[in-house]
């Protein structure tokens, strides 16, 4: 026997991890908020919300959070900014340096595991490897909550996993799936919605046009970041990030309104 660490064996440790789980999944059967993806916008909203003592929690089909910040462009990691993302760099405690007037760089690995932090200090409740799948739809087609499975589930062939997915409620949903929004996606294959598609790079116009367009798309449910490009044909900006914080923090004002 050891003699460093306490004397705890296997089943402690299944029991502290199963118990756990279920303990905390239980309560968020039922939220104020679900946010779909947990790229820069979504971690973002979900922090904002958190703060205002709001159940939120965030659904990521991948195992670790965070999306397209990690790296930001060209497999090169360092994430920029313009004028005012910068503002939010520094409520965040993310050192960053001016490469020229409005424009601020900062390491992605860094701002990223910061933006995670603080979400996670905040509050939110995440539910990795969980991928939406589809809406709850009630009267009217009101958006209330969420459709999902184990990623690893949706990711087998048919013919050998019948594994039906589990529903979360919700009072607002938050499309922040980036490129893909698979929720706004959805709600188009149900005839409810059309997206247009993102356009073409110009970042000079998109990052505003981003954080304007921002918001409710249907009762019940918000879109935010790249997804908002995707749903109103907005141009891409690439790897700036500044939009995709200020919209995440848009779509938590947005939501805030409707609870
Ligand atoms: O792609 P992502 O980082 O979206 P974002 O927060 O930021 C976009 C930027 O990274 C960049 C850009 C502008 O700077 O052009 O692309 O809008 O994060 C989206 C997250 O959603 C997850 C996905 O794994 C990623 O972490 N996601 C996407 N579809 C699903 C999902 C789904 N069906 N279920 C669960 N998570």
Request: charged share 25%; net charge negative; with cysteine.
């Amino acid at each position: 026997m050891g003699e460093i660490f306490a004397k705890v064996s296997e089943k402690d440790i299944t029991r502290a991890i199963v118990g756990g789980f279920i303990r905390e999944f239980e309560k968020f059967v039922e939220s104020d908020v679900i946010i779909v993806g947990g790229g820069p916008a979504g971690l973002m909203a979900g922090r904002e919300l958190a703060t205002k003592g709001k159940r939120t929690l965030i659904v990521e089909r991948n195992n670790y959070l965070g999306g397209g910040f990690w790296i930001g462009g060209f497999l090169m990691n360092k994430i920029t900014v313009r004028h005012p993302g910068e503002e939010v760099l520094k409520e965040l405690g993310i050192p960053f340096e001016q490469a020229r007037e409005g424009l601020f760089v900062a390491d992605g690995p860094h701002a990223c595991a910061r933006l995670i932090a603080s979400a996670c200090d905040a509050g939110v409740k995440i539910l990795n490897m969980t991928v939406f799948e589809d809406v709850v739809l009630r009267e009217n087609n009101r958006v209330g909550g969420a459709v999902v499975n184990w990623t690893p589930v949706e990711a087998l062939p048919r013919q050998i996993t019948c594994v039906d997915p589990i529903a979360l409620e919700a009072t607002m949903v938050v499309d922040a799936t980036g490129h893909d929004a698979s929720v706004v996606r959805k709600m188009e294959e149900r005839g409810v919605l059309k997206t247009k598609g993102f356009g073409g790079m110009w970042v000079e116009r998109s990052e505003d046009l981003v954080v304007e367009y921002t918001g409710e798309v249907h009762p019940g449910l918000v879109v935010c970041g790249m997804a908002t490009a995707t749903t109103f044909g907005l141009p891409r900006m690439g790897p700036t990030f500044g939009a995709m914080l200020l919209s995440g923090r848009r779509a938590a004002e947005e939501v805030l309104k409707k609870l």
